[in-house]
């Protein structure tokens, strides 16, 4: 069963750091990109993702809301991507969902990620 599970969510202080992990299994975690998205409560949309890496770890993408503060990795042997946050601010505040997608365009909205994962709560607050 393909599934992918985030992890490593919680209360942080404002310029505090976070590392979330996303955990994935039942397919070639390889093939895929995968991004990294958030939800704010009370929203309907994710939006476009907070950091992006390719398959093999070559390449990533961050916006401009998130570059330099946060950082995308992966371990495909381990079958884990990982997502450092620094500098957590109170806007950082919302729900985290991992997701994979075929793409090669580390740009792309989450209309074209295939697979997501449940989500994890990070809350930036004093």
């Known amino acids: 069963q393909l599934q992918l599970v985030e992890s490593g969510g919680g209360l942080v202080q404002p310029g505090g750091s976070l590392r979330l992990s996303c955990s994935g299994s039942?397919?070639?975690?390889?093939?895929?990109?995968i991004g990294w998205f958030r939800q704010v409560q009370g929203t309907q949309e994710k939006g476009n993702s907070i950091a992006a890496i390719s398959g093999q770890g070559s390449r990533t993408y961050y916006p401009d809301s998130t570059r330099g503060r946060f950082t995308i990795s992966r371990s495909n042997d381990k079958r884990t991507v990982s997502l450092q946050m620094n500098n957590l601010k109170s806007e950082d505040t919302a729900v985290y969902y991992c997701?994979?997608?075929?793409?090669?365009?580390?740009?792309?909205?989450?209309?074209?990620?295939?697979?997501w994962g449940q989500g994890t709560q990070v809350t930036v607050s004093w």
């Open positions: 039942g397919f070639t975690l390889e093939d895929y990109a």
């Open positions: 997701a994979a997608s075929r793409t090669s365009n580390l740009r792309v909205g989450p209309e074209l990620y295939t697979f």
